[in-house]
């Protein structure tokens, strides 16, 4: 059982690239999350999908995209990278609503924007 | 990784002592609260959570204490080891069961124990 996986691990991107950030999770979680984290600061959310076909914006959206892919697969693409998009990113899962929240968080991707 | 413990509130405690770990939530209408422990280099791992119907909750060495009055929120972690090092952030929402996609988390605060 993998739980939550995201691939990569670490990017290197020129400003102005384009990237798409890979998660998938094997937990039958309905909800699925990006986050991004910066030094000093807690987890703020880029995008989320509450349950398969729908997707909503989080709190720090914009430069960003994301597809639901699957009920297991929940992608995020940046479109043109910004120096200010460097972060580490984490996606997450958890259970539909009704039942525990808590959430399981992958391993991170570590992005850097020069 | 390393980045994530960057100018946050630092707490540094002797092997075998407790920690108590504080967090100040901003708004009274939150109704669960959860604990998260990040580890260098991991993504954050659940702790312990509470639901705003009751002010204390134990799990395995752990204890979380709400005080809805002040609006804050701790963890305490008796008999500390070196494995509890970590970066602990707390969590909350107005949307106890629902999509955690109204979770606000804290900055964190970072435990370091000394053998």
């Known amino acids: 059982n993998a739980g939550v996986t995201q691939t990569p691990k670490f990017q290197v991107l020129k400003t102005g690239q384009s990237m798409t950030l890979q998660c998938a999770q094997d937990?039958?979680?309905?909800?699925m999350y990006w986050y991004r984290q910066d030094p000093g600061m807690g987890l703020r959310l880029i995008y989320y999908?509450?349950?398969?076909?729908?997707?909503d914006k989080g709190e720090v959206p914009n430069g960003y995209n994301v597809s639901r892919l699957n009920k297991r697969e929940f992608s995020l693409r940046l479109e043109s990278a910004a120096p200010s998009q460097t972060s580490v990113y984490f996606c997450a899962s958890s259970f539909s609503p009704g039942r525990n929240t808590e959430a399981f968080f992958g391993q991170g991707t570590r992005l850097t924007v020069v | 990784g390393e980045s994530v413990g960057l100018h946050l509130p630092t707490l540094s405690v002797q092997e075998g002592d407790n920690s108590i770990i504080n967090c100040a939530y901003s708004?009274?209408?939150?109704?669960?609260f959860i604990w998260y422990k990040q580890e260098s280099g991991k993504g954050p791992q659940f702790i312990i959570d509470?639901?705003?119907?009751?002010d204390k909750r134990q799990g395995q060495r752990v204890t979380v204490l709400l005080n809805k009055t002040v609006k804050h929120l701790s963890l305490q972690i008796a008999a500390t080891q070196p494995g509890d090092s970590a970066v602990y952030f707390c969590a909350e929402t107005t949307n106890y069961g629902g999509s955690q996609g109204n979770l606000i988390f804290g900055k964190g605060t970072k435990l370091s124990v000394k053998p």
């Open positions: 999908s509450a349950s398969e076909g729908t997707t």
């Open positions: 509470i639901r705003s119907n009751m």
């Open positions: 708004n009274s209408a939150s109704d669960y």
């Open positions: 937990m039958n979680h309905n909800s």
